[in-house]
Structures are given as structure tokens and as C-alpha cells.
């Protein structure tokens, strides 16, 4: 099982930079740049590409609807030249909270999106001329929707790869049906190891019914926070206004798939109350809504034989990569908090 971990996007590149690299000594495998709506991540990424020799790195995600595909291709590119191929092109749809709130981009039809977003980037990274015609992506532009006058190119440069690997943020049946068939890696949220078949099992099924065999097996991210120790159970506390934040927060009544996903984790009455405080102002009453035993799930917090049991979990629900939010209150604290679960991992 591989560890990766997702940088601070609000924060200084170079504190990052300086924090990744006692991380990749520590044993670390990937780091994840978030792009919400802080600085972007591409320039992260490039900036850690240039500090860091080995660990791998990953857009964690790239909003689907913020580039076009071609574009997405290309920055893909770039970051794996520059990386000297250890980039993983993270995609994802994010929420009309942000595409729409930030971006003043319609949300709509994610997975049509995405799959054919992904049949363009590898279209460009063979350096094939691209001439795609789908349904929402049209390249060359037809003629009756612009000037006439594009022509059918293809990437000049001759990427490190021509595979990329691609990994897809997905939560609902039919996003994680498309990131089992089309992508290298699969990233849910909140993921909860003993329910995940009962959730995602049959999307997983269906998807890899339809996988292209030269993709290999499906890598399966999970997010877990990580505090190892005797006396780190209040830190599940900490834990609480993010699930909040997700469930109460992020999306209108109706429309938050985060509330869905604590729903179908059986915490439906809990989710209806945390979003109604939250969508009323009260974030810190939210918090104290959600319940401790679905903190302590979808998280690695507790006792070295315990966080090693839940690791084991996590690895029999088909997790590969332990994508972890190190809960230390410093750089050095949570360098030892990965050489920690390394050894636990190992």
C-alpha cells in the first residue's frame, strides 16, 4: 500500500516545497495539490516538480469544467516533462459551489464531460491530430459555430508519456462506474471500509466489466486524517467540521452529494440536521452533529494496533493508497507521523 498526502493549496509554495521534501525522505509516495478556490494548482505542482526528485505528484483535482480538454492534455504534459514522468493527472468535477459560485461556469453533465475529457487527453498525449467530435467537445470547432477556419493539430512536444496515468474524484454510481472503466485510479471521499462494497461494489463491478485490460488494476485513493498515539482520540473532534463542512455545507438542500454519501452510510437523520445548521449559519453546533463512530471510520486516529487493524481495513476494502491528512502540529510532527504509518504500512 502506497501513502500519499494532500500539501496546504493556501499556503507558500515554498513552505510546501521544503515540507514535501522531508516527506519524500520520510517515505513518502505521492503528494496531492487541491485546487479549489485558492492559488491554482498547476503552479504548485510545477514549483514541487522542480524541489523534489522521486515522490509522485498528483492534481488532487482538476476541476473538469475550468480548462478546456486540450488544455488539460497539455498541462499534463507539461507537469510529467518537468517531473520527469511522476505526474498523475487527478480529475474531477467538484461541486456547483464552487464552478458555479467561483468560476460563473453552468455545472452540468459530469460524467459525459469527464469521459470524454479523458478520450481527448490521450488522444493528444499520442500526438494523434485531434479531431474529436463528441457531444459537449467539438475539435475542431464545427464551421456554424465559429469562424471556419480551425484545422486539426497535434501536440508539438513528444510527451515523457503518452499513457498518463489519470485518476478520477468520483462519488456517485455512475461517476464511479466511468472511473473504473476509463481511468488508472479511483478517489471517493470519506471512505468508510466496511460500508464502501455496500455503496460503490456494484459501479466498481460494472466498470471494470468494461475496462480496457491494458490499464492495469484500479487504484483506490482514500483520505483518511492520521494521528497515531495513546492520547489522540480528542482529535477526532477536530475531524468533525470538515464532515460538516462537506455534508452541511457544500451544495443547497437536495443538491450536496456529500449529504447523499452520509445518507447511504446510514446517517441520514444526522446529515438532515447537520446541513440545517450549517445552511443556517451555525458551523460549530454542525459539528458537534456528527456522529464519533463515523469520525472514527473514515479516519486512521488512535493507538499504533489500532491505527495497524484499521490500515488492514482499509486494505481489504481495496484501498492502494493511503491519501492522508497527517493531524500534527508541525512540519516535523507530521514528517514522523508518515514514517509512523510506514511502518505500520510495511
Given at each position: 500500500m ?7 493549496y ?21 503528494v ?26 498528483a ?40 464552478i458555479?459560485?467561483?468560476?460563473g ?32 467537445y ?29 485518476l ?10 466511468l ?9 471517493p471521499?470519506f471512505f ?31 483520505g ?12 477526532l ?16 438542500r ?8 452520509a ?8 446529515a ?36 495497524k ?17 497527517p ?9 514522523r ?7 505500520l504500512?510495511?
Amino acid at each position: 500500500m502506497r501513502i500519499g498526502l494532500g500539501i496546504n493549496y493556501a499556503g507558500g509554495f515554498a513552505e510546501a516545497a521544503a515540507e514535501v521534501a522531508d516527506l519524500e525522505r520520510a517515505g513518502l509516495d505521492v503528494v496531492f495539490v487541491p485546487e479549489a478556490y485558492s492559488y491554482d494548482a498547476v503552479s504548485a505542482l510545477g514549483f514541487l516538480a522542480a524541489k523534489t526528485s522521486t515522490i509522485g505528484l498528483a492534481s488532487g483535482i482538476l476541476q473538469i469544467y475550468t480548462r478546456t480538454p486540450s488544455l488539460t492534455a497539455m498541462t499534463a504534459a507539461g507537469l510529467d516533462f518537468v517531473s520527469d514522468g511522476r505526474f498523475t493527472l487527478g480529475l474531477g468535477a467538484s461541486g456547483p459551489h464552487v464552478i458555479e459560485g467561483f468560476h460563473g461556469v453552468p455545472y452540468d453533465a459530469p460524467i459525459g464531460r469527464t469521459r470524454e475529457i479523458v478520450e481527448i487527453c490521450r488522444t493528444v498525449w499520442r500526438r494523434e491530430k485531434l479531431e474529436y467530435q463528441g457531444r459537449y467537445y467539438q475539435i475542431p470547432l464545427p464551421a456554424e459555430q465559429g469562424t471556419g477556419l480551425g484545422k486539426p493539430l497535434k501536440l508539438i512536444n513528444h510527451p515523457v508519456r503518452e499513457n498518463i496515468p489519470i485518476l478520477i474524484a468520483a462519488l456517485g454510481p455512475k461517476n464511479v462506474e466511468l472511473a473504473a472503466e476509463v481511468a488508472q485510479g479511483w478517489q471517493p471521499i470519506f471512505f468508510y471500509p466496511e460500508k464502501a462494497s455496500d455503496i460503490w461494489g456494484d459501479a466498481l463491478a460494472e466498470g471494470k466489466s468494461k475496462r480496457d485490460p491494458a490499464l492495469g488494476e484500479l487504484d483506490v485513493y482514500a483520505g483518511p486524517a492520521l494521528a497515531i498515539g495513546d492520547d489522540v482520540e480528542p482529535l477526532l473532534q477536530f475531524v468533525k467540521p470538515h464532515l460538516a463542512l462537506y455534508i452541511g455545507g457544500m451544495g443547497a438542500r437536495g443538491k450536496n452529494f456529500y449529504h447523499t454519501l452520509a445518507t447511504r452510510y446510514g446517517y441520514g437523520a444526522e446529515a438532515d440536521r447537520i446541513q440545517e445548521l450549517y445552511l443556517a449559519g451555525k458551523k460549530d453546533e454542525a459539528a458537534t452533529v456528527v456522529p464519533d463512530d463515523l469520525a472514527r471510520a473514515v479516519s486512521l486516529i488512535g493507538p499504533a494496533g489500532f491505527v495497524k487493524e484499521r490500515v488492514a481495513a482499509f486494505a481489504e476494502a481495496g484501498v492502494t493508497v493511503l491519501n492522508v491528512l497527517p493531524m500534527g502540529a508541525d512540519a516535523g510532527a507530521r514528517v514522523r507521523l508518515i514514517e509512523q504509518l510506514r511502518g505500520l504500512v510495511d
